[in-house]
Each structure stands twice: as C-alpha cells, then as structure tokens.
C-alpha cells in the first residue's frame, strides 16, 4: 500500500469498501473562432512625403557611374544646335548629360523603347534619380537617340580616349568579329522591282487624292493622314534607289531573287546563326584583347565578312586614334586582299589557313572533257628547264606569267602545236583546243609569308584565342543589352543604336576593372 495514502482510508479498503466515485469535470465550451483583424489597404488617399532625391540610389549604384562619367566628357557636341539660350525667350531644353545616362542605364537593363523608358521615369528610383524626378517625353528621348550621330560617334571617341588614358586599351592585339542584328521589318515587306512600282504608283494616288487637308472638317487628322501618306511615297521611292544597289552588287543573282524592303530600304536578308534566314544588318565588332574593350564598330549591308576588315582598321584608327599592331579574325575575313591589305598598313594578320581552288580546278577539266590521267597532277614539272613534261613525254616550256588575280602569280606553260598535233591522246588531253597549257599558281611572297606563318604552333595559339574575346563581346551585346533586332530603321539610325550600345558594354566594362575598385583600393 502506498505510504501516501492515509490510514484510515488504507482500513475502510482493506474491509472491502469503495471509495465513492467522483464526478467527472465538466469540458468548457471552445471560444468561438475569431477573424483575423487585418490593416486595410487604402488606395483612396493622398500622400505628402518628402524625398531625398539623393538617397534614391545606393552610392555604388550603377546610375551614379554613369553619370560621373558621362560629366568627364565633352558633351558640346550635342548642345551645338540647341535654340534654347540665355537671354532668350523659350523653354529650357534638357540637360544632354541626364538624357545620355537615361539611354546609357536604360540599354544596360536590355531596354530599347523610348515609351519605356519614359515610363519607367515615373517610378523607377534609378531613373527618377537620373532626372530629378522630373518627367521626361518619349519623344525627346527618341529623337535625341538618332538626331546626333556626329555627336555620339564624337563621344564614343572621346570614351576610348579616356580609357586608353587610364591604360585599359593597349590596341596590341585586336579580335575581330561581324555578326548579324535582325532589322526592324518583317520578311513579307520585301517584294520585287515590279511590286514596289505598283504600290508606290498606288501610294502616289492616294496622296493626290487626298487633296487639301485644311478644307477637311477636322484638319489635325486630315494633316496626319497626309503626312503618313507622304512618307509612304518617300520610303517606296527609297526602296526603287536601293533596288539599284542591289542589282548593281548581285548582277550574277537571278533577278526574281532581288527583293527590297519597302519599310526598311537599306536592311537586307542575311543568313543567322541558327542557319534561317530574316531582314538584317552586319554589324562589325573590333575588341582590344587586352580588357576586352570595344574599339570599333561599323555597320554594314553586305551580308559576307570578306571584304570588311581593310574598312574596320580605318574605323579602329578613327575612332581610337592609331592602328592596333595585330588583328585576329576568323575565316570570313581571311583573304588575299586582306593580307596584302594588313601587309601594306604594317598591322600583323592572323587567321584561318588558306583555302585553295583544287576542287574547281577540277571541274573545269571536267567540263573541258579531259581525261582524268592528263590532270595536272600527271605533268612532271622540271625546276631546273623550268619546264613541264607531259605524260607522253612531251616538253611544256614556260611561257608568260599572269597577275590577273590578287595575291596570286599564275606561271603559264605551253606545249608546242606540232607536238599536240601529233599526239594520239589529243582528245583525251587538249579536246577543242590546239595545243596543251598548265598554269601554276603560287602566292606573292607576302601571301606565302603569311601561309608559312600560320603553320606555326604560336601563330595557332593566337588564333585560338580569337573566339573567347570577340565572340564574347557579340554574346554579351545581344543577351545583357538585348541588341539582338533594332528597334530603328534606316542605316544611320541603325548605327547610333549600335554606338549606344557599345558605349553601354565599354561602361560596364570600365565598371568592372575601375569604378568598383576604387573604395576597395582606399580602404588600403
């Protein structure tokens, strides 16, 4: 028995007896379930806040950046035409440093649309930092976007001196790379010479058709009507001139494939990576290999890559100031004119090997009908007579040598009629001719110099480090800026979209190895 319970408990239980029962507790009844008490939202009110412009931003931000460097350059260039002047009547213009960081920033979040930005000043804190928190119209900043270029090119200038200054561009090595940004028109807008005719006679009747749009009842439309009319006729005409350039540089095309753009003129199809087939512009990028700064950029219609890095040294020396002393390109590039080119300018070529034209050669025998036992391959050439023999015995002597053809030296050797004549083989050999002939082709000393190069185990290596810096830099441009198709049209246009986005890649770039580094360096 337990010692706790007491003892005269312990004898009434030990008789037999039960302690009476106790009742049991009675459950309390569960509080009713109460709604949450929640805070309201309220949108039917107004607010009076104060705010410090300033502390929009974080000091590191990328918009302060910009804006300090934007303020070391010389901007006059955009000013130089502004009617807005002291002592003058008129309202203020805006500020060419806030509307040049606006697209700066704005192209550095892969933002191309005037509208957007403008929306995105209206509560966005970078940008509302940049301007002050004042409004700005779409219209401004789109006009401003295309109407200097002479100003923007003098500023991309000015940004790869500043840069060279801080010794970020070292022009040693260059890589060189084109790639292809879709256009702003549609596939279905290129007709033929004899469609544009037709619509642009249509377009023309509808404007004489219109007549006078002050007598309409609501002239601001009419007015609008007309001038959309009007620069229907303009771009048609446009799109006739182009189709003159294009038949002039495609004569062996047939002339059903000649199609032009009859909303974006100068843009062409061009073949894409992916291997199909849109309206286009060839961009060409040059990259100082050192830091992986962009120190030229040009804008082409030609949609191969052949002859255009001659046209890319003189943009790198314009804009940059000097020649690079060597250039790194791919196979597009990599020609005879371009070697003789980079030769005669003193910059050193690397490249891809040269291709030679042993398979067309071949094709021509084939179509001449010559036997494939009387091929070149089969005529014994004699160094020393500087002579060929030919299968049957027969001598070649030298002849003549041609220099129809860049870079290349053609040594013509013909044999003697009566020797032909009398050669059982005539027809497999000579057919329709009257005596045989072989041309040896060798490449001018500077091309074969350049041959002899690329052979090399350190030339190699240069070239494998083409694709890392060049292709980066045409990456980076169409996936973090978003220059993957303009949102303008028309070639000058075209190119300011590309300076500004190349002036936004080198920004970044200078943020990464300069800006960032400055309040660790003073912590030091």
Known sequence: MPESIPSQQAAIWAEGELPAAQPEPVAAEPEPQREPRLKPVNRNQLLLRTVDVDQLVEPDHLVRAIWELVGRLDLQGF???????EGRAGRPASDPQMLISLWLYAYSEAVSWAR???????????????????????????????????????????????????????????????????????????HREESLRAHLEAARERVRAMGDPRQECCSRRAAARERAAREKVEKLEQSLQEMQQVQAAEGHAE???????????????????????APSHNVQISTDAAHGLIVGVSVTQSASDQAQLLPALQEIERQAGRLPQQVVVDAGFTT???????????????????????????????????????????FHHDTETNSYACPEGKALPYRSTKHDRVGIERHVYTASA????????????????????????????????????????EARAIYRCRAPVAEFTNAWLKTKIGLRQFSVRGLQKVRCEVLWACLTYNIQQWLRLRWKARPIAAQV
């Open 418 to 457: 009566t020797d032909c004549q009398d050669c059982p083989f005539r027809k497999q050999c000579c057919p329709g001719a009257q005596s045989r002939s072989i041309v040896r082709s060798e490449n001018v000393p500077v091309v074969a110099a350049y041959v002899a190069k690329m052979q090399t185990e």
């Open 79 to 85: 000013t130089s035409g502004l009617k807005a002047v």
């Open 116 to 190: 957007e930005v403008e929306r995105l000043c209206t509560y966005h804190p970078a940008y509302q930092w940049l301007t002050g928190m004042e409004e700005v119209s779409y219209h401004t900043l789109s006009s401003f976007r295309v109407e200097h270029r002479e100003a923007l090119d003098d500023l991309f200038a000015q940004l790869l001196a500043a840069l060279d200054k801080e010794g970020l561009i070292r022009l040693e090595r260059v890589m060189h790379d084109g790639t292809k940004v879709k256009a702003w028109a549609s596939s279905d807008s290129f």
């Open 255 to 277: 002339k059903s494939q000649r199609r032009v753009s009859e909303t974006d003129p100068e843009s062409r199809i061009m073949k894409q990576g992916d291997g199909g087939y």
């Open 336 to 378: 005879r004119e371009a070697i003789l080119g980079t030769a005669e300018q003193g910059v050193d070529l690397i490249g891809s090997q040269m291709k030679t034209d042993g398979k067309a050669a071949t094709q021509r025998l084939q179509k001449r009908g010559v036997d494939p036992a009387f091929y070149p391959s089969a």
